[in-house]
Protein backbone atom coordinates (compact mmCIF):
# COMPACT_ATOMS: atom_id res chain seq x y z
CA UNK A 1 0.00 0.00 0.00
CA UNK A 2 3.00 2.19 0.29
CA UNK A 3 2.63 3.73 -3.35
CA UNK A 4 -0.02 6.02 -1.58
CA UNK A 5 0.80 9.21 -0.02
CA UNK A 6 0.58 9.92 3.88
CA UNK A 7 -2.21 11.18 3.73
CA UNK A 8 -4.22 8.90 1.85
CA UNK A 9 -2.66 5.58 4.20
CA UNK A 10 -3.76 7.17 7.36
CA UNK A 11 -7.09 5.38 6.84
CA UNK A 12 -6.65 3.12 3.27
CA UNK A 13 -4.46 0.68 5.12
CA UNK A 14 -4.62 -2.72 5.65
CA UNK A 15 -7.36 -1.90 8.26
CA UNK A 16 -9.61 -0.28 5.85
CA UNK A 17 -12.51 -2.75 6.85
CA UNK A 18 -12.44 -6.10 8.32
CA UNK A 19 -11.41 -9.03 6.26
CA UNK A 20 -14.41 -11.35 8.24
CA UNK A 21 -17.35 -8.96 8.36
CA UNK A 22 -16.62 -6.36 5.75
CA UNK A 23 -17.27 -3.70 8.53
CA UNK A 24 -15.42 -0.25 7.79
CA UNK A 25 -12.95 0.49 10.76
CA UNK A 26 -11.23 -2.11 12.99
CA UNK A 27 -13.47 -4.06 15.29
CA UNK A 28 -12.58 -3.17 18.85
CA UNK A 29 -11.09 -6.88 20.92
CA UNK A 30 -12.13 -6.58 24.19
CA UNK A 31 -10.52 -9.91 24.56
CA UNK A 32 -7.87 -10.64 27.56
CA UNK A 33 -6.96 -14.07 26.14
CA UNK A 34 -7.30 -16.16 22.92
CA UNK A 35 -8.60 -19.69 22.47
CA UNK A 36 -5.62 -22.14 21.27
CA UNK A 37 -6.46 -24.94 18.70
CA UNK A 38 -3.89 -27.00 19.47
CA UNK A 39 -1.49 -27.62 22.68
CA UNK A 40 1.70 -27.52 20.14
CA UNK A 41 0.85 -24.57 17.93
CA UNK A 42 -0.22 -21.62 19.62
CA UNK A 43 -2.45 -19.02 17.25
CA UNK A 44 -1.26 -15.56 16.50
CA UNK A 45 -2.73 -14.03 19.34
CA UNK A 46 -2.82 -15.73 23.10
CA UNK A 47 -2.58 -12.94 25.64
CA UNK A 48 -3.37 -9.13 25.16
CA UNK A 49 -0.76 -7.81 26.93
CA UNK A 50 1.70 -9.65 24.60
CA UNK A 51 -1.11 -8.58 21.12
CA UNK A 52 -4.18 -7.42 20.57
CA UNK A 53 -5.77 -7.14 17.62
CA UNK A 54 -6.84 -3.60 17.79
CA UNK A 55 -3.71 -2.77 19.03
CA UNK A 56 -1.90 -4.28 16.52
CA UNK A 57 -3.77 -2.40 13.92
CA UNK A 58 -2.76 0.51 15.47
CA UNK A 59 0.93 -0.08 15.92
CA UNK A 60 1.04 -0.95 12.24
CA UNK A 61 -0.70 2.44 11.79
CA UNK A 62 2.13 4.05 12.51
CA UNK A 63 4.98 1.86 11.67
CA UNK A 64 3.89 2.65 7.93
CA UNK A 65 3.30 6.17 9.31
CA UNK A 66 6.96 7.08 10.63
CA UNK A 67 8.62 4.72 8.13
CA UNK A 68 9.81 2.21 10.63
CA UNK A 69 9.88 -1.77 10.89
CA UNK A 70 7.37 -1.61 14.09
CA UNK A 71 5.37 0.21 15.84
CA UNK A 72 3.98 -0.10 20.04
CA UNK A 73 0.87 1.19 21.89
CA UNK A 74 1.60 2.32 25.36
CA UNK A 75 -1.02 3.63 27.75
CA UNK A 76 0.10 6.93 27.72
CA UNK A 77 2.95 9.00 26.27
CA UNK A 78 5.36 8.67 29.21
CA UNK A 79 4.63 4.61 29.27
CA UNK A 80 6.12 4.63 25.48
CA UNK A 81 8.98 7.48 27.08
CA UNK A 82 9.49 5.16 29.98
CA UNK A 83 9.66 1.67 28.43
CA UNK A 84 11.75 2.98 25.83
CA UNK A 85 14.28 4.20 28.15
CA UNK A 86 14.19 0.54 29.77
CA UNK A 87 16.95 0.12 26.90
CA UNK A 88 19.26 1.51 29.17
CA UNK A 89 21.33 -0.49 32.10
CA UNK A 90 22.69 0.67 34.93
CA UNK A 91 25.99 2.95 34.88
CA UNK A 92 24.58 4.27 30.79
CA UNK A 93 24.03 8.13 30.65
CA UNK A 94 21.61 10.18 28.61
CA UNK A 95 22.43 12.77 26.53
CA UNK A 96 19.19 15.07 26.89
CA UNK A 97 17.92 18.14 26.11
CA UNK A 98 17.38 20.88 28.02
CA UNK A 99 13.53 22.15 27.83
CA UNK A 100 12.40 18.55 27.23
CA UNK A 101 8.44 17.67 28.51
CA UNK A 102 8.51 18.22 31.93
CA UNK A 103 7.11 14.15 32.45
CA UNK A 104 10.64 13.16 31.02
CA UNK A 105 12.15 15.52 33.00
CA UNK A 106 10.85 13.52 36.14
CA UNK A 107 11.63 10.53 34.91
CA UNK A 108 15.21 11.00 33.86
CA UNK A 109 15.54 13.33 36.97
CA UNK A 110 13.59 11.38 39.65
CA UNK A 111 13.41 7.62 38.46
CA UNK A 112 16.25 6.96 36.21
CA UNK A 113 18.63 8.69 38.62
CA UNK A 114 17.73 5.73 41.53
CA UNK A 115 18.45 2.75 39.01
CA UNK A 116 22.41 4.25 38.16
CA UNK A 117 21.31 5.83 34.50
CA UNK A 118 23.29 9.32 34.26
CA UNK A 119 22.14 12.48 32.49
CA UNK A 120 22.93 15.92 31.34
CA UNK A 121 21.07 18.55 30.20
CA UNK A 122 22.02 20.02 26.87
CA UNK A 123 21.00 22.99 24.89
CA UNK A 124 20.69 21.00 22.07
CA UNK A 125 20.24 23.81 19.27
CA UNK A 126 23.65 24.29 20.23
CA UNK A 127 26.03 21.22 18.55
CA UNK A 128 28.61 22.04 20.49
CA UNK A 129 26.98 21.49 23.51
CA UNK A 130 25.88 18.43 22.52
CA UNK A 131 29.19 17.27 21.86
CA UNK A 132 30.76 17.75 24.82
CA UNK A 133 28.05 16.46 26.84
CA UNK A 134 28.91 13.18 25.72
CA UNK A 135 30.77 10.62 28.12
CA UNK A 136 32.70 7.42 27.36
CA UNK A 137 28.76 5.44 29.08
CA UNK A 138 26.66 7.85 26.72
CA UNK A 139 24.03 5.13 24.74
CA UNK A 140 21.35 7.51 23.99
CA UNK A 141 20.89 11.06 22.51
CA UNK A 142 17.50 11.91 23.64
CA UNK A 143 15.54 15.00 20.90
CA UNK A 144 12.36 17.16 21.46
CA UNK A 145 11.73 19.06 18.40
CA UNK A 146 10.25 21.79 18.23
CA UNK A 147 10.90 21.73 22.07
CA UNK A 148 8.47 22.60 24.99
CA UNK A 149 7.28 24.97 25.79
CA UNK A 150 10.16 27.79 24.07
CA UNK A 151 9.66 25.88 20.39
CA UNK A 152 13.86 25.44 19.78
CA UNK A 153 14.72 23.25 17.25
CA UNK A 154 17.17 21.00 17.10
CA UNK A 155 18.96 19.56 14.10
CA UNK A 156 17.87 15.30 13.88
CA UNK A 157 20.10 14.63 11.55
CA UNK A 158 23.58 16.18 12.89
CA UNK A 159 22.50 15.10 16.85
CA UNK A 160 21.79 11.24 14.79
CA UNK A 161 25.39 11.95 13.22
CA UNK A 162 27.44 12.81 16.51
CA UNK A 163 25.13 9.78 18.17
CA UNK A 164 26.25 7.03 15.91
CA UNK A 165 29.67 8.20 16.31
CA UNK A 166 29.49 7.57 19.80
CA UNK A 167 27.59 4.16 18.78
CA UNK A 168 24.98 5.80 20.61
CA UNK A 169 21.13 5.67 19.63
CA UNK A 170 19.49 8.71 19.10
CA UNK A 171 15.38 9.03 20.44
CA UNK A 172 13.26 11.79 19.18
CA UNK A 173 10.18 12.75 20.61
CA UNK A 174 8.03 13.81 17.83
CA UNK A 175 4.55 14.30 19.41
CA UNK A 176 4.49 18.19 18.27
CA UNK A 177 5.01 17.30 14.63
CA UNK A 178 3.64 14.04 14.21
CA UNK A 179 4.83 12.33 10.97
CA UNK A 180 2.59 14.12 8.76
CA UNK A 181 4.84 17.00 9.39
CA UNK A 182 8.58 15.77 10.38
CA UNK A 183 10.08 12.20 9.68
CA UNK A 184 12.94 11.54 12.30
CA UNK A 185 14.36 8.00 11.43
CA UNK A 186 14.29 9.36 8.00
CA UNK A 187 16.66 11.92 9.71
CA UNK A 188 18.00 9.33 10.93
CA UNK A 189 16.94 8.87 14.42
CA UNK A 190 16.35 5.50 15.88
CA UNK A 191 12.99 5.57 17.91
CA UNK A 192 10.47 7.74 17.35
CA UNK A 193 8.51 8.78 20.87
CA UNK A 194 4.84 10.19 20.77
CA UNK A 195 2.51 11.49 23.26
CA UNK A 196 -0.40 10.24 20.92
CA UNK A 197 -2.63 11.91 23.66
CA UNK A 198 -1.93 15.34 21.64
CA UNK A 199 -2.05 15.55 17.82
CA UNK A 200 -2.89 11.82 16.82
CA UNK A 201 -5.69 11.33 18.38
CA UNK A 202 -6.56 15.26 18.74
CA UNK A 203 -9.66 15.41 20.61
CA UNK A 204 -8.97 15.39 24.25
CA UNK A 205 -10.62 12.36 24.96
CA UNK A 206 -7.97 9.87 25.29
CA UNK A 207 -4.35 9.02 26.52
CA UNK A 208 -2.13 7.02 24.51
CA UNK A 209 1.50 6.94 23.72
CA UNK A 210 3.33 5.37 20.62
CA UNK A 211 6.93 4.34 19.82
CA UNK A 212 8.40 2.95 16.36
CA UNK A 213 11.58 1.45 16.34
CA UNK A 214 13.21 1.75 13.30
CA UNK A 215 15.24 -1.57 12.45
CA UNK A 216 14.61 -4.99 13.49
CA UNK A 217 17.07 -5.30 16.44
CA UNK A 218 16.04 -2.46 18.00
CA UNK A 219 12.10 -3.77 17.32
CA UNK A 220 12.72 -7.03 18.84
CA UNK A 221 14.24 -5.41 22.01
CA UNK A 222 11.42 -2.55 22.24
CA UNK A 223 8.43 -6.05 21.64
CA UNK A 224 10.27 -7.36 24.41
CA UNK A 225 10.38 -4.70 27.03
CA UNK A 226 6.85 -3.22 26.26
CA UNK A 227 5.48 -7.07 27.25
CA UNK A 228 7.72 -7.67 30.29
CA UNK A 229 6.68 -3.86 31.58
CA UNK A 230 2.95 -4.37 30.63
CA UNK A 231 2.00 -0.49 30.35
CA UNK A 232 -0.10 -1.69 27.20
CA UNK A 233 -2.83 0.39 25.61
CA UNK A 234 -6.24 -0.60 26.14
CA UNK A 235 -8.65 -2.12 22.66
CA UNK A 236 -11.06 0.85 23.28
CA UNK A 237 -8.75 3.66 23.90
CA UNK A 238 -6.51 1.61 20.34
CA UNK A 239 -9.37 2.04 18.28
CA UNK A 240 -10.07 5.97 19.24
CA UNK A 241 -6.84 6.70 18.23
CA UNK A 242 -6.84 5.42 15.06
CA UNK A 243 -10.43 7.18 14.38
CA UNK A 244 -8.52 9.85 15.39
CA UNK A 245 -5.27 9.19 13.21
CA UNK A 246 -8.00 8.86 10.27
CA UNK A 247 -8.68 12.89 10.34
CA UNK A 248 -4.97 13.79 11.48
CA UNK A 249 -3.79 15.49 7.81
CA UNK A 250 -6.92 17.86 7.87
CA UNK A 251 -6.54 18.70 11.63
CA UNK A 252 -3.01 19.52 11.33
CA UNK A 253 -3.57 21.99 7.88
CA UNK A 254 -5.83 23.75 9.67
CA UNK A 255 -4.05 23.89 13.07
CA UNK A 256 -0.70 24.71 11.54
CA UNK A 257 -2.42 27.62 9.43
CA UNK A 258 -3.94 28.61 12.35
CA UNK A 259 -0.97 28.95 14.19
CA UNK A 260 1.07 30.61 11.07
CA UNK A 261 -1.38 33.63 11.77
CA UNK A 262 -1.84 33.90 15.63
CA UNK A 263 1.63 34.28 16.03
CA UNK A 264 1.91 36.90 13.22
CA UNK A 265 -0.91 38.82 14.93
CA UNK A 266 0.89 38.43 18.21
CA UNK A 267 4.22 39.35 17.17
CA UNK A 268 2.73 42.75 15.88
CA UNK A 269 0.41 43.50 19.47
CA UNK A 270 2.37 45.94 21.52
CA UNK A 271 1.01 44.00 24.39
CA UNK A 272 3.51 41.17 23.47
CA UNK A 273 6.84 41.02 24.70
CA UNK A 274 7.66 37.63 22.58
CA UNK A 275 6.48 34.62 19.99
CA UNK A 276 8.36 31.82 19.85
CA UNK A 277 7.29 29.92 16.92
CA UNK A 278 9.47 28.25 13.94
CA UNK A 279 7.07 29.78 11.60
CA UNK A 280 8.45 33.09 11.85
CA UNK A 281 10.84 34.49 9.83
CA UNK A 282 12.64 36.10 13.07
CA UNK A 283 12.94 32.68 14.76
CA UNK A 284 16.36 30.99 15.54
CA UNK A 285 15.51 27.79 13.64
CA UNK A 286 13.15 29.02 10.89
CA UNK A 287 15.31 27.70 8.61
CA UNK A 288 16.63 23.91 10.06
CA UNK A 289 12.88 23.53 10.51
CA UNK A 290 12.11 24.35 6.52
CA UNK A 291 14.73 21.86 5.87
CA UNK A 292 14.03 19.02 8.09
CA UNK A 293 9.80 19.83 8.45
CA UNK A 294 7.40 20.33 6.13
CA UNK A 295 5.85 22.62 8.55
CA UNK A 296 5.99 24.50 11.87
CA UNK A 297 3.62 22.97 13.36
CA UNK A 298 0.37 24.16 15.52
CA UNK A 299 1.71 25.18 18.48
CA UNK A 300 3.93 28.28 20.17
CA UNK A 301 4.30 30.58 23.34
CA UNK A 302 4.23 34.08 23.62
CA UNK A 303 5.61 36.16 26.45
CA UNK A 304 3.61 39.13 28.16
CA UNK A 305 5.70 42.04 30.73
CA UNK A 306 5.06 40.45 33.30
CA UNK A 307 2.85 38.20 35.79
CA UNK A 308 0.22 40.56 36.60
CA UNK A 309 -0.03 41.04 32.90
CA UNK A 310 -0.43 37.22 31.83
CA UNK A 311 -3.15 36.75 35.12
CA UNK A 312 -5.25 39.35 33.19
CA UNK A 313 -5.04 38.24 29.91
CA UNK A 314 -6.13 34.76 31.27
CA UNK A 315 -9.45 36.42 32.77
CA UNK A 316 -10.25 37.63 29.78
CA UNK A 317 -9.78 35.36 26.83
CA UNK A 318 -12.78 33.16 26.21
CA UNK A 319 -12.33 31.36 23.16
CA UNK A 320 -9.37 28.71 23.85
CA UNK A 321 -9.68 25.99 27.00
CA UNK A 322 -7.79 26.97 29.94
CA UNK A 323 -6.09 23.40 30.26
CA UNK A 324 -2.95 21.00 30.47
CA UNK A 325 -2.14 19.66 26.61
CA UNK A 326 -1.92 20.60 23.29
CA UNK A 327 -2.72 19.14 20.08
CA UNK A 328 -6.76 19.19 20.06
CA UNK A 329 -9.96 20.41 18.47
CA UNK A 330 -10.30 23.13 20.58
CA UNK A 331 -7.63 25.74 21.32
CA UNK A 332 -5.76 25.49 24.54
CA UNK A 333 -3.92 27.72 26.26
CA UNK A 334 -1.58 26.86 28.84
CA UNK A 335 0.83 27.85 31.71
CA UNK A 336 4.57 25.83 31.45
CA UNK A 337 5.61 27.31 34.89
CA UNK A 338 2.53 25.39 37.01
CA UNK A 339 1.54 22.94 34.07
CA UNK A 340 3.43 21.23 31.96
CA UNK A 341 6.81 22.27 33.43
CA UNK A 342 5.77 22.41 37.42
CA UNK A 343 7.86 19.39 38.01
CA UNK A 344 11.27 21.51 37.26
CA UNK A 345 12.09 23.85 40.18
CA UNK A 346 11.65 27.53 39.53
CA UNK A 347 15.48 28.11 39.44
CA UNK A 348 15.26 25.54 36.89
CA UNK A 349 12.58 26.94 34.65
CA UNK A 350 14.18 30.70 34.60
CA UNK A 351 17.57 29.11 33.74
CA UNK A 352 15.78 27.83 30.71
CA UNK A 353 13.80 30.63 30.14
CA UNK A 354 10.34 29.42 31.05
CA UNK A 355 9.17 32.77 32.76
CA UNK A 356 6.21 33.51 34.39
CA UNK A 357 4.75 35.51 32.06
CA UNK A 358 5.03 32.43 29.31
CA UNK A 359 1.75 31.07 27.99
CA UNK A 360 1.54 28.25 25.68
CA UNK A 361 -1.05 28.12 22.91
CA UNK A 362 -1.68 24.97 20.99
CA UNK A 363 -4.09 26.12 18.49
CA UNK A 364 -7.20 23.98 17.54
CA UNK A 365 -9.67 24.01 14.54
CA UNK A 366 -11.69 27.34 15.13
CA UNK A 367 -12.47 29.91 12.57
CA UNK A 368 -9.16 32.08 12.79
CA UNK A 369 -10.84 35.39 12.71
CA UNK A 370 -12.73 34.40 15.85
CA UNK A 371 -9.34 33.22 17.85
CA UNK A 372 -7.72 36.31 16.75
CA UNK A 373 -10.57 38.90 17.52
CA UNK A 374 -10.68 37.26 21.29
CA UNK A 375 -6.71 37.23 21.62
CA UNK A 376 -7.10 41.16 20.31
CA UNK A 377 -9.97 41.75 23.00
CA UNK A 378 -7.92 39.98 26.01
CA UNK A 379 -4.51 41.83 25.15
CA UNK A 380 -6.23 45.32 24.83
CA UNK A 381 -8.12 44.80 27.95
CA UNK A 382 -4.83 44.24 29.94
CA UNK A 383 -4.42 47.54 32.42
CA UNK A 384 -0.55 46.94 33.98
CA UNK A 385 1.36 49.77 32.92
CA UNK A 386 1.72 49.69 28.81
CA UNK A 387 5.64 48.43 27.82
CA UNK A 388 7.41 49.61 25.00
CA UNK A 389 8.66 46.65 23.51
CA UNK A 390 7.74 47.11 19.73
C1 LIG B 1 2.13 15.25 26.64
C2 LIG B 1 3.51 14.98 26.21
C3 LIG B 1 4.20 13.85 26.67
C4 LIG B 1 3.60 12.88 27.66
O1 LIG B 1 2.52 12.19 27.11
P1 LIG B 1 1.28 11.65 27.99
O2 LIG B 1 0.39 11.07 26.96
O3 LIG B 1 0.69 12.84 28.69
O4 LIG B 1 1.83 10.68 28.96
C5 LIG B 1 5.49 13.64 26.19
N1 LIG B 1 6.08 14.50 25.34
C6 LIG B 1 5.46 15.60 24.90
C7 LIG B 1 6.15 16.51 23.95
C8 LIG B 1 4.15 15.89 25.31
O5 LIG B 1 3.54 16.99 24.87
Redesign the pocket.
Known amino acids: MSEYSLETLLFHNNHKYDPYTGAVGVPIYNASTFHQQDVDQFGKYDYSRSGNPTREALEEAIAVLEGGVRGFAFA??????STAFLMLSQGDHVVITED??G??YRVVTEVLSRYGIEHTFVDMTDLEAVEQAVQPNTKVFYV?TPS?PLLKVTDIGAVSRIAKRHGALTFV?N??LTPLSQKPLQLGADVV??????FIAGHSDV???LAVAKDEVLAKRLGFLQNAFGAILSPQDSWLVLRGLKTLHVRLQQSVSGAMKIASFLQTHPRVKRVHYPGLAGHPGFLLQQQQAADAGAVLSFELENEEAMRQFLAHVQLPVFA????AVESILSYPAKM?HAAMGAAEREKRGISASLLRLSVGLEKHEDLQADFQTALDRITTAQPDFV
Request: charged share 10%; hydrophobic share 40%; no cysteine.
Open positions: SGMAAIVYGTENDTFLHSATKTAGVSLGS
